[in-house]
């Protein structure tokens, strides 16, 4: 066989085996063979040594056309085998636009948030601005300047978590009261003040040893009981519903004079009696009164000259009521079942 033959023969096994490649693989193999220092191609070269000129050039010619020939052909089935594989893909990968998407649920604020934010604009509705305070706070604010001293009998009722004998978390929002009238120096004062108190109560489905409350507190020249008996009435308005009344029961609270528990007219019943409110109609909501002359004073505030109203408002209990929720304990459990009852309310 000639020289030119086994090219020709060698070009014509390498292109069948080459377009016969099924894959990327199989194919870089093929060249490595046919185009490689020890392919059947570079053994004939290398035997070219012996020839002569003429015949050298003319081999020569060919080996460099069949090397061409065989690059071009790993070349088209390269291009061949990827827009294969592309089409492969096209066909898997299509998408079925009627299968049902993927759900990404939204969060809710959480029923204790939009029961703050709700009784804020209300009274931000009246002119009230909106006071904070620490929830650590010194016994002086939290009892004393409150008309609480040291061994009175009232602190019973609030036995607290003290961190050292003067210092306390706070048993109530009424210490931003005294902050508010310290920081006014004798200018009149209407702010509302939310946030968290610690009592040492037992756990139970109406306690807890941390809720929280809304503090009232307005001081000004004019301000009588009748003030703040229109204030609450609209609040519980509000809140509860046009048709709601209050009434007010005496009470007391060692920082007001006097001192009322406030009851709101059932709503489940309107007020002819029922189980929520145990038959009586009325149900309690909040505690409310005239800030005592001593308060005042030791804030000093001239009690001859000044007066005024302070509530204080359980912001879980509130939440309760509106809701029916019947154990405190819910808020605090993160359960999205309970959780997303509230969703889409307000
Ligand atoms: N601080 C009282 C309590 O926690 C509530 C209250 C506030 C009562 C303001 C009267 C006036 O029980």
Redesign the pocket.
């Known amino acids: 066989m000639s020289i030119q033959e086994q090219l020709l023969n060698i070009e014509t096994e390498a292109v069948t085996k080459i377009n016969a490649a099924n894959s990327q693989v199989e194919l870089n193999d093929l060249r490595a063979f046919y185009m490689g220092k020890k392919s059947p191609l570079a053994e004939i070269m290398k035997s070219m040594a012996t020839l002569s000129i003429e015949d050298k050039k003319v081999i020569g010619k060919l080996a460099n056309e069949v090397k061409v020939r065989i690059e071009s052909a790993v070349t088209e089935r390269r291009a061949y085998l990827e827009a294969e594989e592309v089409n492969k893909r096209l066909k898997s990968e299509t998408i079925d636009v009627t299968l049902p998407g993927k759900e990404f649920k939204v969060g809710t604020s959480h029923p204790l948030s939009r029961t703050i934010e709700e009784v804020q604009e209300i009274f931000i509705g009246m002119g009230y601005s909106i006071a904070e305070g620490p929830e650590v706070e010194v016994d002086l604010y939290n009892f004393e300047m409150l008309n609480v001293p040291k061994g009175h009998p009232a602190r019973d009722m609030q036995d607290s978590f003290y961190i050292t004998e003067n210092l306390l978390m706070r048993t109530?929002?009424?210490p931003v009261q005294v902050r508010t009238l310290l920081e006014k120096k004798g200018a009149p004062v209407k702010i509302l003040a939310p946030g968290k108190v610690y009592r040492r109560d037992d756990d139970d489905a109406t306690h807890s040893h941390q809720f929280m409350?809304f503090?009232g507190l307005v001081v000004d020249k004019h301000i009588t009981m009748s003030d703040l008996k229109g204030t609450l009435q609209l609040f519980v308005q509000k809140m509860f519903g046009d048709s709601r009344k209050i009434r007010f029961k005496p009470s007391y609270?060692p920082?007001?004079e006097p001192?009322v528990e406030v009851d709101v007219s059932c709503f489940k019943c309107g007020g002819k009696g029922c189980s929520m409110c145990k038959q009586s109609g009325w149900i309690e909501v909040l505690?409310?009164?005239m800030v005592h002359p001593n308060v005042l004073s030791a804030a000093g505030y001239d009690p001859k000259v000044y007066r005024g109203f302070?509530?204080?408002i359980g912001i879980e209990r509130v939440t309760m009521l509106r809701h029916g929720i019947d154990d405190i304990r819910n808020f605090y459990l993160n359960d999205k079942r309970f959780l997303e009852q509230f969703k889409g309310e307000n």
Do not use: R, Y
């Open positions: 109530q929002t009424s409350q503090e609270f920082f007001t001192s505690g409310a009164g302070a509530f204080g």
